[in-house]
């Protein structure tokens, strides 16, 4: 059974840092991996992600103050978010993309709170 667990989130003061991580169990191989999050009533929103070579992409309300790392022995997904902004303020979730006999298997993690203070 595969299973996502997500760590790390919190509540920190604004221009703080924190990092979440994320750990892929079972017998999975992840192309991509990713951070989403999301706020009360809205949508589920892309945060950064990286593929198993190590591009990546991010959102450009992140860009230059978080990076999203990877160790892929481990199956495991790190995102450093500094300088936050109380609008960083979500439920942040881990995603895992498997590529399987051409399909695309999608994993979630839990999610984790990220609670920013002005």
């Known amino acids: 059974q595969v299973q996502l667990v997500e760590s790390g989130g919190g509540l920190v003061q604004a221009g703080g840092s924190l990092r979440l991580s994320c750990a892929a169990s079972?017998?999975?191989?992840?192309?991509?991996m990713g951070w989403y999050r999301q706020a009360p009533g809205k949508q589920r929103e892309l945060v950064a992600r990286i593929i198993s070579g190590g591009s990546t992409y991010y959102a450009d309300s992140v860009k230059g103050r978080f990076t999203i790392s990877r160790e892929n022995a481990k199956n495991t997904v790190y995102l450093q978010m500094n300088s936050l902004k109380p609008e960083d303020t979500r439920v942040y979730y881990c995603q895992c993309e498997e590529i399987v006999a051409f399909r695309v298997l999608t994993y979630w993690g839990q999610g984790t709170q990220v609670t920013v203070s002005s």
């Open positions: 079972g017998s999975i191989s992840c192309n991509t």
